[in-house]
């Protein structure tokens, strides 16, 4: 499988930014999903995660109310919806495939990650 994660740029505190990661190749619609980042100087962080079939989400507690992930199974595509964005969630954004049906925020838990989509939020 192949993941193009998307959407990522440039934006003013406050503003909002949707990501989008689509799956090409040997896709299931089994498998949780999730979104990760790395932020300069820090290491990769767990973001959100939904379940195989969306109705199961978590996120991290600096995103809670702020970031909504959601799929579109027949798509093969997983949105991250980003509002009220801040200078600290400026990072390089990774979208990954869940090993299982459910989400971890472990890193390894995940066995194809896309190539990243740079996200900038300036102050």
Do not use: H
């Not at 959100?48 to 079939?53: K, P």
């Amino acid at each position: 499988v192949q993941l193009q994660a998307s959407g990522g740029g440039s934006v003013q505190a406050g503003g909002s930014l949707r990501l989008a990661c689509a799956a090409s190749g040997r896709t299931s619609s089994n498998n949780g999903m999730g979104w990760f980042r790395r932020a300069p100087g820090k290491e990769r962080e767990f973001v959100a995660g939904i379940s195989w079939n969306g109705g199961n989400t978590f996120y991290t507690e600096s995103v809670k109310g702020r970031f909504t992930i959601s799929r579109d199974r027949d798509r093969n595509t997983v949105f991250l919806q980003m509002n009220s964005l801040t200078p600290e969630d400026t990072a390089v954004y990774y979208c990954a495939r869940g090993i299982g049906s459910y989400p971890a925020r472990e890193g390894n838990r995940y066995d194809a990650w896309g190539q990243g989509t740079l996200v900038t939020v300036s102050s």
